[in-house]
C-alpha cells in the first residue's frame, strides 16, 4: 500500500510528521512524506504520480481548517484520484472544539477519516481496519 | 573599491535604511566603550555571564524590559528581532511596527532593528553600556548585523547552518553559506578596529533528541567557517540535553576539539567560548516546576564549565514572557550561580572517547568531499547525508538517523543513514539501549524522549 503524507499549510511542526513516517514504515506501507509546509496541489500532484492508495494529511497549528474547504473542489481536477483514502489528523482546529462538531465537518470536505487528537497508533489501527474492510466489501 | 565594500554598498542603499554613513559607524566602533563589548567580558572570565532572551516591538518597550534587566542585575542583554525581518520582510515589519505603537498591543514577536534603525537603537545601547546578543534566525542577516553593529551589538549569534536547518523547509542552503560569508567578513573587518565582535553559533538546533556527536560537528565547521574569514572571537554552544553526564562530556569534547580544530587551520589565537543553553524543548506548564527545571539547568552549566548561560522563564509553555518574569529568571540564576560553590570534578573518559571517535570520523568525511572550499565541503556533506540532523524541517537534510533515550535519559543514536559513524561507535550507542523492541513501542519511546521535562 502506497501512503502520500505530509503537514498541510504553513505549518512547520516536523516531530510528528516524522514518526508518522516511521510508524507507517513499520506497518509495511510503502510511504511517500512530503514534509512540512505541504500546499494541497502538492499532495494531489503527489499521490497521482506514486499511484498511492491513502492520501494522509496533517495539520498542528489547526490551519487545516482553512485549507480543507477547497479539498473537494481541487481533487475533482484530478481524474484518476476518486478511489484514494483520504484521511486527515492532528489538531485539527485553532484554540479548542468538539470531536462531534469538528469529525462531521471533515467528512462533508471529502475525509474519509478524521482523527482530532487522537494517539498515533490508535489511528493507524484504525486506518489498516478501514482498508481491510474496504478490500471485503 | 574591493569587491565587499561593493556588496555593502548595494546592500545598505535600501529604501528601509535612512543613509548609512560607513565613515561615522567605523569611527563608533574605534572608540566604543570596551564594556560593549563581550568579548571583553569574557577576557576577564570572573564569571559566568548571565543572557535571558527577549524582544518587543517598539523602543519604549524594549528600554524598559532592558531596565528590568539590568535591575535583575543581566550580564548580556539580548535583542531578540522579529520575524518579519528575519525573513527580509521590512515592509510588513514597518507597518506592524506603526500598529505596535499606535496600540497597546504588540503586533511583531521581536525588535524590527533594521525599521527603527541604528541612529535611535544605539541610543538605547550607549545608554545601558552592556553588552548585547544580536537573536534572530535569519538565512541573510546582512543589512541585519550592519545596522546591528552600527548599533553598538558586538555578538551575533547565529550561522548558515544553525539558522537554517531548524526553520527552513526550503531556502536555499548554498545561498545562506553565501550570506553568512558576507556577515563573517564584515564582523572580522570590524574587529581589527577595536576589540574582537563575538560570533555565537546555535548548537540547539531542533532541540529535538539531537544527539551530541551531530551538535558538535555542526559547532566545529560554523565555527571553522567563522574562522578562516578572520573572525577572533567565537563561541560554541549547546543545549540541556536530559542527562547530566552527556552534557558534562559533551562540552569536555567540544572545548577539545574546538581548540583542536582552530589550530589545524592556523586559527589558534582565536578566543573560543562555550555557552550552555537552558532545557529548550517542551516546558512544563506548572510554573513552580518550570522554576525548578531552569535551576537544574543552572547547576548542569556550572558543572560544564560553560562561559555564558541563555536562560528560559517560567513562563516558557505558555508564549513570549512578561518582562517581570524575564528578570527574575536573570535574578534566580545570577543567585545559584553564587551559591554554587566547591563543584566536584567529573571525568568519564569512556564517553569522552566514544564521542571524539564520532566526531573525528564525521569532520574527516566532510574534509575529504572533493569540492574546492570548505563551505562547499559542508554544503556537500549535508546534501549528500554525511551530516543528518534529527527533526530538521529542511528537504535537504536526509531524516535517516534515529535516536532515542537509554536508561540514564543519554541521547543515543541507533540508526546512523549516511552519517559515516564508527562501527565501534555505532556498537557502543546500542549497547546502552534495549533494541529488542518493535518499531511501534520504539516510536511510543521516542515520543516519551522528546516530552521528558513535561
Known amino acids: ?38 500546499y494541497l496541489e502538492e499532495f494531489f500532484d503527489a499521490a497521482v504520480e506514486t499511484g498511492a492508495d491513502v492520501l494522509l494529511i496533517s495539520s498542528l497549528n489547526g490551519e487545516a481548517e482553512g485549507w480543507a474547504r477547497e479539498v473537494k473542489l481541487l481533487k475533482e481536477n484530478y481524474k484518476t ?14 484554540g479548542t472544539a ?36 474496504r478490500k471485503t466489501a | 573599491m574591493n569587491l565587499l565594500q561593493e556588496e555593502r554598498e548595494i546592500i545598505l542603499s535600501n529604501e528601509f535604511v535612512d543613509s548609512f554613513d560607513f565613515a561615522e559607524v567605523e569611527e563608533f566602533v574605534r572608540n566604543a566603550d570596551k564594556e560593549l563589548f563581550i568579548s571583553h567580558h569574557f577576557a576577564q572570565n570572573k564569571k559566568m555571564l548571565v543572557q535571558p532572551r527577549g524582544g518587543f516591538p517598539t523602543y519604549e518597550k524594549q ?12 550580564d548580556v542583554l539580548p535583542l531578540t528581532i522579529d520575524s518579519n525581518t528575519r525573513l527580509n520582510d ?48 535569519t538565512p541573510d542577516a546582512r543589512l541585519l548585523i550592519e545596522t546591528a553593529i552600527a548599533s553598538g551589538i558586538f555578538e551575533i549569534e547565529g550561522g548558515p547552518i544553525t539558522y537554517l536547518l531548524p526553520y527552513s ?18 564582523c572580522a573587518n570590524y574587529s581589527k578596529l577595536n576589540l574582537p565582535i563575538n560570533r555565537e553559533s546555535f548548537g540547539p538546533l531542533t532541540a529535538t533528541l539531537v544527539p551530541p556527536a551531530i551538535t558538535i560537528v555542526i559547532q566545529l565547521l560554523e565555527m571553522l567557517l567563522s574562522l578562516e574569514e578572520g573572525v577572533k572571537s567565537f563561541s560554541v554552544s549547546f543545549s540541556q540535553s536530559g542527562s547530566m553526564n552527556q552534557d558534562i562530556v559533551t562540552g569536555a569534547v567540544i572545548k577539545k576539539l574546538a581548540s583542536y580544530y582552530a589550530e589545524q587551520i592556523g586559527c589558534g589565537d582565536a578566543v573560543i567560548n562555550l555557552v550552555y543553553h537552558q532545557w529548550m524543548g517542551a516546558f512544563p506548564t506548572n510554573k513552580n516546576f518550570a522554576e525548578s527545571l531552569i535551576n537544574t539547568s543552572t547547576v548542569i552549566a556550572a558543572m560544564v564549565g560553560a562561559n555564558k548561560i541563555i536562560t528560559k522563564t517560567r513562563e516558557e509553555a505558555s508564549g513570549i514572557p512578561t518582562k517581570e518574569a524575564n528578570a527574575k529568571t536573570v535574578a534566580n540564576t545570577q543567585y545559584t550561580l553564587g551559591i554554587l560553590n566547591g563543584l566536584p570534578k567529573i571525568v568519564d573518559e569512556e564517553e569522552e572517547e566514544n564521542l571524539t571517535l564520532a566526531v573525528k570520523a564525521v569532520m574527516e568525511a566532510v574534509f575529504n568531499n572533493e569540492a574546492d572550499t570548505l563551505w562547499r565541503k559542508v554544503f556537500n556533506s549535508i546534501k549528500d547525508g554525511t551530516i543528518d540532523v534529527p527533526f530538521s524541517p529542511h528537504i535537504i537534510n536526509h531524516n535517516e538517523m534515529i535516536t532515542i533515550r ?14 559515516p559513524l564508527p562501527d565501534r561507535f555505532l556498537k557502543y550507542e546500542r549497547s546502552k539501549c534495549d533494541l529488542n523492541k518493535d518499531t511501534t513501542s520504539i516510536v511510543n519511546d521516542i515520543i516519551q524522549d522528546i516530552g521528558i521535562m513535561q
Open chain 1, 1 to 38: 500500500m502506497k501512503v502520500v503524507t505530509g503537514v498541510v499549510g504553513n505549518d512547520i511542526h516536523v516531530v510528528a510528521n516524522r514518526l508518522i513516517e516511521l510508524s507507517l514504515n513499520a506497518r509495511g506501507f510503502e510511504v511517500f512524506n512530503l514534509g512540512v509546509n505541504t
Open chain 1, 81 to 94: 484520484l476518486d478511489d484514494i483514502v483520504m484521511v486527515i489528523g492532528g489538531n485539527l482546529v485553532v
Open chain 1, 98 to 133: 468538539d470531536a462531534d462538531i469538528i469529525i462531521p465537518k471533515y467528512k462533508k470536505y471529502g475525509f474519509d477519516l478524521v482523527f482530532h487528537q487522537v494517539d498515533l497508533n490508535e489511528g493507524l489501527d484504525t486506518l489498516e481496519n478501514y482498508l481491510k474492510e
Open chain 2, 63 to 74: 528600554f524598559a524590559l532592558n531596565e528590568f534587566f539590568v535591575n535583575a542585575n543581566v
Open chain 2, 90 to 137: 521590512y515592509a510588513t515589519a514597518k507597518k506592524m511596527l506603526r500598529l505596535s505603537e499606535e496600540s497597546e498591543q504588540d503586533m511583531l514577536n521581536g525588535y524590527p532593528l533594521v525599521n527603527h534603525g541604528y541612529r535611535t537603537t544605539r541610543k538605547m545601547i550607549t545608554h545601558f553600556n552592556k553588552p548585547v546578543s544580536l537573536r534572530h534566525g
Open chain 2, 169 to 186: 523547509k526550503n531556502f536555499p542552503l548554498d545561498k545562506a553559506f553565501l550570506y553568512w560569508k558576507y556577515v563573517e567578513r564584515v
Open chain 2, 406 to 419: 537509554d536508561r540514564d535519559k543519554n541521547i543515543r543514536i541507533i540508526e546512523r543513514g549516511n552519517v
